[in-house]
T-cell receptor, first 117, second 112 residues
Framework: AQKITQTQPGMFVQEKEAVTLDCTYDTSDQSYGLFWYKQPSSGEMIFLIYQGSYDEQNATEGRYSLNFQKARKSANLVISASQLGDSAMYFCAMRESRSGSARQLTFGSGTQLTVLP | ETGVTQTPRHLVMGMTNKKSLKCEQHLGHNAMYWYKQSAKKPLELMFVYNFKEQTENNSVPSRFSPECPNSSHLFLHLHTLQPEDSALYLC???????????FGPGTRLTVT
């Protein structure tokens, strides 16, 4: 079974509108972290936002917010006031707790977001 | 230089060639990673180094050989690759106990 599922291969949004990118995850760990990364066409993966499994508040970073619903195992990314520069591939990732190891990330298949002028 | 750098950015090689990918991080981190990103597939973790010691090898074929001479440098030595090895190879680094990994721009590898 996939640990990270992103069901939207592609999304379109009008400039200045908000968009939600879906992510569901599967883990039996109690302690885990959820991440969103942005990958422009240049290839570099850019860290956007992080949510810890014990965090009670939804994470926010500027125009990015993470809608964390623990019981549903979902961690959707909300981008408000979309800009043309937001057009990119977006990846959801999870870090499960492991002792004695560097923190590894498991990535979803990504969502290609296109912002329309 | 800042962040994580990777060279070369693009590489075309034949199946009998030997080449190396280089990654350097200027962030003072102590963990480094190699990922493979193929078309239409999720990012795949290949290797993890923590304080220069390899801690993870995710069943990567021996034609990929990593080397980590110090905490700032990571290499991926390539030999007798196959066309299906064509992909974007991303390097990342992190501080062991912190949450996020910082990625380089990647090397786009084409095996002919």
């Amino acid at each position: 079974a996939q640990k990270i599922t992103q069901t939207q291969p592609g999304m379109f949004v009008q400039e200045k509108e908000a968009v939600t990118l879906d992510c569901t995850y599967d883990t039996s760990d109690q302690s885990y972290g959820l991440f969103w990364y942005k990958q422009p066409s240049s290839g570099e993966m850019i860290f956007l936002i992080y949510q810890g499994s014990y965090d009670e508040q939804n994470a926010t970073e500027g125009r990015y917010s993470l809608n964390f619903q623990k019981a549903r195992k979902s961690a959707n990314l909300v981008i408000s006031a979309s800009q043309l520069g937001d057009s990119a591939m977006y990846f959801c990732a999870m870090r499960e707790s492991r002792s004695g190891s560097a923190r590894q990330l498991t990535f979803g298949s990504g969502t290609q977001l296109t912002v329309l002028p | 230089e800042t962040g994580v750098t990777q060279t070369p950015r693009h590489l075309v090689m034949g199946m009998t060639n030997k080449k190396s990918l280089k990654c350097e991080q200027h962030l003072g981190h102590n963990a480094m990673y190699w990922y493979k990103q193929s078309a239409k597939k999720p990012l795949e973790l290949m290797f993890v180094y923590n304080f220069k010691e390899q801690t993870e090898n995710n069943s990567v074929p021996s034609r990929f050989s990593p080397e980590c001479p110090n905490s700032s440098h990571l290499f991926l030595h390539l030999h007798t690759l196959q066309p299906e090895d064509s992909a974007l190879y991303l390097c990342a680094s992190s501080q062991f106990q912190t949450v996020e990994q910082y990625f380089g721009p990647g090397t786009r590898l084409t095996v002919t």
